[in-house]
């Protein structure tokens, strides 16, 4: 038990002013990168739909596949915008919640600021972790494919 309040008194960390300053300027940015991202992907998704497509030697022989690009071009913009939209939701509320709780001086909704941020950087490192998986693979399958080439 005596533990217990020996973390929690560890853990009741007083801002003074120089960390409050280097806190509302990690707010402000995490605002201006979320802001900017939801920005790009609204435009990213505008270019998608309405962009115009190059017709390209096949499609002017009479082979026409400028739909399937065009329906995959938006699906992969789709899943862009999903995964993106999570990943920025978070760092967007980081920057709210946090900026509220260092103004009001309310830890209630700093630590709900940090709660997002932790998940921000949860996610991130989710993502990391499998991109990396996936990249592993394909190094081991070029490897496999140029053993068997070879032989």
């Known amino acids: 038990m005596e533990e217990q309040n020996q973390l929690d008194n560890f853990f009741n960390i007083s801002l003074d002013s120089e960390a409050r300053t280097h806190l509302k300027q990690m707010t402000q940015w995490a605002r201006i990168c979320a802001i900017v991202a939801f920005i790009g992907y609204a435009v990213s998704l505008a270019v998608a739909i309405f962009g115009t497509r190059q017709i390209s030697d096949a499609e002017s022989s009479g082979f026409s596949f400028g739909i399937y690009l065009r329906t995959g071009s938006i699906i992969g913009v789709l ?73």
């Open 79 to 151: 899943i862009t915008i999903t995964v993106g939209g999570i990943l920025n939701y978070f760092l967007y509320r980081f920057s709210v919640d946090a900026a509220k709780g260092l103004e009001s001086m309310d830890t209630v909704k700093l630590n709900e600021g940090l709660g997002g941020l932790r998940t921000y950087f949860k996610i991130v490192g989710i993502l990391t972790i499998i991109i990396l998986g996936f990249v592993a693979l394909a190094i081991i399958f070029v490897m496999l494919s140029a053993g068997f080439s070879s032989r």
